[in-house]
């Protein structure tokens, strides 16, 4: 996934899995440039915590820190909650935490980005995504993601074999600090539903989602790789960033959403002016 001679930008949410992976990767090649980087998603009650973890976590493996708060971007997901969004919480900030790790990993100038997706969630979303039929999608869901163009880092996923509860018992027997607070959007969500149907999979068979994962990554994403059509990546106009579309996706939501907010904004300086409680 990585030699001696790249610098690996590790995505740190402040939950179990991401800080066992930063844990041992410090432990394990304690020599190789690692930075830690972390998204503070602005959510309330939740985030400023989530960060504390992560400071804590990296202090403590004296590992350099990049911190990236949306705030200083104008905008943070409780404000999808104000759009359309707000019944798909997790899909948009899945979305918004891809492209902005992207362009912190850029920064960086890393060269590879490792994500602490294990057994467990990786099975869950290949199942989700193989029945919505994204083959596509389901293509990217490998250990190892090569660069869309020159110049990127190559996504990598070491704890792809490491089911959820080692990582947990990796954390509670190297006192690993990690968040104790469940994030208030992610109640029903999709990981969740993912989640139940993976346990009920899981009944009488302890070795499904290793059977799961092998067939997957061994017979049938190959398979797809070789159906696929290639796509033609362009720029995006106003990121830079790589897209399929003149714009890409996180620039076309974000743009609906400063909309969104500046409606807002209008509607309560017309309202305060008014004199009338909102
Ligand atoms: Fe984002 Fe959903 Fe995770 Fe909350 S639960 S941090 S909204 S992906
Ligand atoms: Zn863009």
């Known amino acids: 996934m990585f030699t001696q001679g790249d610098r690996v930008a590790v995505a740190v949410s402040g939950g179990k899995d991401s800080g066992a992976l930063l844990h041992a990767l410090r432990n394990v090649y304690p020599n190789q440039d690692v930075v830690a980087v972390h998204l503070n998603l602005g959510i309330e009650g ?4 989530c960060q504390a973890r992560v400071e804590e976590l990296t202090k403590s493996l004296n590992v350099e820190l990049r911190v990236v708060k949306l705030e200083d971007y104008g905008y943070s997901i409780d404000d999808f909650l104000k759009t359309r969004f707000k019944r798909k919480m997790c899909s948009i900030c899945g979305l918004v935490k891809r492209h902005v790790l992207d362009r912190a990993v850029q920064e960086l100038s890393a060269t590879v980005q490792a994500t602490g997706h294990n057994l467990d969630d990786v099975v869950g979303t290949m199942l989700t995504t193989f029945f919505s039929g994204d083959l596509l999608q389901l ?4 250990p ?3 660069p869309k163009r020159e110049g990127q880092s190559v996504k990598v996923k070491p704890l792809i074999k490491t089911p959820e509860f080692e990582n ?3 954390c509670c027997f190297f006192d690993v600090p990690f968040r104790s607070l469940n994030c208030p959007h992610s109640r029903g969500t999709h ?3 993912s ?3 993976l346990e009920e999979l899981s009944k009488g068979n302890v070795h499904f989602r290793q059977q799961t994962l092998s067939l997957f990554l061994g017979k049938l994403i190959p398979l797809i790789e070789s159906k696929l059509p290639k796509t033609t990546l362009l720029e995006c106009r106003v990121c830079g960033m790589s897209s399929s579309n003149p714009i890409c996706a996180y620039c076309k939501r974000i743009g609906d959403l400063m909309e969104v907010k500046e409606a807002y904004g209008n509607l309560r300086r017309g309202i305060e002016a008014s004199g009338t409680s909102p």
């Not at 939740?46 to 915590?49: F, G, M, P």
């Not at 293509?139 to 490998?142: E, I, P, Q, V, Y």
């Open 191 to 193: 990981s969740r539903r």
């Open 195 to 197: 989640k139940r149907l």
């Open 144 to 146: 190892v993601l090569a």
């Open 139 to 142: 293509s990217r869901l490998k």
């Open 46 to 49: 939740y985030s400023d915590h």
């Open 168 to 170: 947990l018992m990796y």
